[in-house]
């Protein structure tokens, strides 16, 4: 069976990366030919650059927040440069579609596979996707199977349109299933759409540290960094009280800083593009590895503290959504390692990874068994009415029968068609409703003479 895979847009951030590369690699090992949808991130236009701007200026000078409204944008050709490794892993791990270029490129996609999946990231969260309703399936035709693996909405709520809510609760009603990545995006899903669905595991956590060390490519490492005793510090927004709470424990602990943080361009500038190229993948992932305690803001920086059993604090990201970490750390009971402003933290604080392993294997499972029942075994939406029609049709067919030579095959054409459909194989199905047909139409005809 082919798989294709709608998630965010293909842009430099690690956690969006791995998580790409992790659900491919899951739905390989389950024996899928496996594809994600090659959409780019499009260019900052001068319209979101003044909105950017005038959003600022009221952030900075209103809300005393610490922020730059005077920042510099990267053109193609220094984006390019920021992003070398970034493409390097991708073009090395992932495969990909033909580039999308428009609507009518994922139209012509929506036809060539057999299985969708849209997921996971933050692929429902419409401050980053504006035209959200494409991640709802809208180019798919009804009949194609399509679910939602650990999709987020990013917040506890959406920003949708009442139009937008409209849209994308019919599109939901052509999924086969919807799992979610927040506990929030349960209720969300629920409130909104009317649609049940399920938490699953982060793509990212259904492997171990064993597949994610498989892909360090040691030419790819920065030779410069440290491999003891050392504070990792992954920060996608760093702030002054972040970085004093961070040097205060480093101070006591007697440990080296690692920032694995890119500067940032906007503020840096062009002069100091090379200063702002992506670490590798495999940096990355050998700083997490090594590192002695780590120090981050992001929901998958989180997520390979916890993959490579790392004693790990968490600064609350309310900006990005609070949601999306604190629906972690309270799925494997580690809410302590949350950091809220002003807040305290106890520089002691041990994880138990025995009992957050066997609460990751019990999840691990279930997610699993959702990716695998989904395409497998649950029925398509409207299928189920065709089942519906199509045993009532039998059922009569028995009643109106004249001799046990049409009944018992009638019997067993019900229970071998509905085993197939089960299964999820449609097609072979109706081949074998069609077979019984011509059989029983011989029959028929035999018995008339």
């Known amino acids: 069976m082919k798989i294709c895979i709608l998630t965010y847009p293909l842009h430099s951030n690690f956690g969006y990366l791995m998580q790409a590369y992790a659900l491919q690699r899951v739905l390989m090992y389950m024996g899928y030919e496996v594809c994600t949808i090659d959409i780019r991130k499009n260019t900052i236009s001068f319209l979101s650059r003044i909105k950017y701007f ?5 952030k900075k000078y209103v809300l005393n927040k610490d922020i730059d409204p005077f920042r510099h944008w990267p053109n193609q050709r220094e984006q390019m440069i920021m992003d070398l490794h970034t493409w390097d892993f991708i ?26 999946i849209v997921g996971s990231d933050q692929v429902w969260r419409k401050d980053y996707i504006p035209d959200v309703k494409l991640y709802y399936f809208d180019f798919l035709p009804v009949y194609k199977p399509r679910i939602s693996y ?8 959406i920003n949708y349109s009442d ?8 599109l939901l009603t052509l999924f086969r299933a919807v799992s979610v990545r927040e506990k929030e995006g349960v209720m969300l899903c629920n409130k909104y759409f009317n649609r049940k669905s399920v938490q699953v595991l982060d793509p990212t956590l259904l492997l171990d540290k064993l597949d994610y060390d498989k892909i360090i490519d040691k030419n790819e490492i920065d030779s410069r960094i440290p491999t003891s005793n050392y504070v990792l510090v992954y920060l996608l927004d760093p702030n002054n009280y972040k970085l004093k709470v961070i040097n205060d424990f480093v101070k006591e602990r007697g440990l080296d800083i690692y920032s694995v943080t890119v ?16 670490p590798s993948i495999s940096t990355w992932l050998t700083l997490f590895k090594h590192a002695d305690y780590i120090f981050t803001d992001s ?7 916890i993959i490579y059993q790392k004693n790990f604090y968490v600064f609350d990201n309310k900006d990005r959504g609070s949601s999306r970490i604190t629906s972690l750390l309270t799925m494997f009971a580690l809410d302590e390692h949350l950091i809220s402003d002003k807040y305290r933290i106890d520089k002691n604080l041990v994880v138990d990874y025995c009992k957050v392993n066997n609460i990751m294997q019990d999840k691990k499972k279930c997610s699993l068994l959702f990716i695998q029942n989904s395409i ?25 029968a ?23 194989n449609l097609k072979k199905a109706v081949f074998l409703h069609l077979v019984f047909m011509v059989l029983c139409f011989d029959v028929t005809t035999g018995l008339g003479n």
């Open 163 to 170: 139009i937008e809510v409209k849209r994308c609760a019919k």
């Open 402 to 424: 004249k001799s046990l030579m049409l009944i018992i095959p009638t019997i067993f054409e019900i229970l071998v068609v509905l085993l197939f459909v089960l299964k999820g």
């Open 263 to 278: 500067p940032d361009y906007g503020v840096r500038g062009r002069c100091n593009i090379r200063d702002c190229i992506f």
């Open 54 to 58: 005038l959003f600022s200026v009221v």
């Open 299 to 305: 929901f998958h920086g989180s997520v390979f503290s």
């Open 150 to 157: 650990a999709a987020s909405f990013g917040k506890s709520e």
């Open 91 to 116: 073009r090395n791990h992932l495969c990909l579609t033909k580039r999308v270029y428009s609507y009518r490129d994922l139209k012509i996609i929506g036809e060539q596979y057999d299985f969708y």
């Open 376 to 400: 497998d075994g649950i029925l398509p939406c409207y299928s189920k009415y065709l089942i519906f029609i199509y045993i009532v049709g039998m059922v009569l067919n028995i009643a109106l």
